[in-house]
């Protein structure tokens, strides 16, 4: 059973950069797509990103001048890096796998709160 | 962008009864791309159907989902009070990405 455990500061200053680990178990990072989802405080869900085992990727509009996605398949990791970051960016952060030959998620981490405050 | 509205915001049925949750998109969705997640309070969401209508690995045939093009419909048959959760939408027929709001069944 594949399992992702994020990881990462959960306070971050406003302007600063959050960085984001994704650790996947039981199964191997290659060949498969790897996601990024937040979810801000009783809110909905944001699609902000994925990678390819191979590095490439691909970000949602309205995050791209801000985030980069990278992989580490030596460590079966994939990281999240967004800067710049206000108060509009505190929100529960995901990681996914996407499910084989589709953009819709399977296997999802814990998440993990990031609040953005000085 | 593609826009998923969902409705209604909430549902409030008993045990045994039966939820239909409706998702519209503001244009047609490509190949059908459209899944359905469950969220459980304090939880991560879960994939229950993806295609409109193919059932995830290990959900209950009591999940159903259905529709094409712009209207799709997740059904519940026999509610057990375990299905208390937010729903959403996903579409990943096109970039970027996009999910509804959520509809919340509260279980009586």
């Known amino acids: 059973q594949v399992q992702l455990q994020e990881s990462g500061p959960g306070l971050v200053k406003p302007s600063e950069t959050l960085s984001l680990t994704c650790t996947v178990s039981?199964?191997?990072?290659?060949?498969?797509?790897w996601s990024w989802i937040r979810q801000p405080p009783g809110k909905g869900l944001e699609w902000i990103g994925y990678?390819?085992?191979?590095?490439?990727?691909h970000y949602s509009p309205s995050l791209k001048s801000r985030v980069t996605i990278s992989v580490d398949t030596s460590k079966n990791q994939f990281s999240l890096r967004l800067n710049s970051v206000t108060s509009e960016d505190t929100a529960v952060y995901y990681c996914?796998?996407?499910?084989?030959?589709?953009?819709?998620?399977?296997?999802w981490g814990q998440g993990i709160l990031v609040t953005v405050s000085s | 962008e593609i826009v998923l509205t969902q409705s209604p915001g909430t549902l409030s049925l008993s045990p045994g009864e039966r939820a239909t949750l409706s998702c519209r998109a503001s244009?047609?969705?490509?190949?059908?791309?459209l899944a359905w997640y469950q969220q459980k309070p304090g939880q991560a969401p879960r994939l229950l159907i993806y295609?409109?209508?193919t059932r995830a690995t290990g959900i209950p045939d009591r999940f159903s989902g259905s529709g094409s093009g712009t209207d799709f419909t997740l059904t519940i048959s026999r509610l057990e009070p375990e299905d208390l959760a937010v729903f959403y939408c996903?579409?990943?027929?096109?970039?970027?990405?996009?999910f509804g709001q959520g509809t919340k069944l509260d279980i009586k």
């Open positions: 996914a796998r996407d499910q084989r030959s589709t953009s819709c998620y399977d296997f």
């Open positions: 039981g199964g191997s990072i290659s060949t498969y797509y």
């Open positions: 990678i390819y085992s191979s590095g490439n990727t």
């Open positions: 244009q047609s969705v490509s190949s059908n791309s």
């Open positions: 295609g409109a209508s």
């Open positions: 996903q579409q990943y027929g096109s970039s970027p990405y996009t």
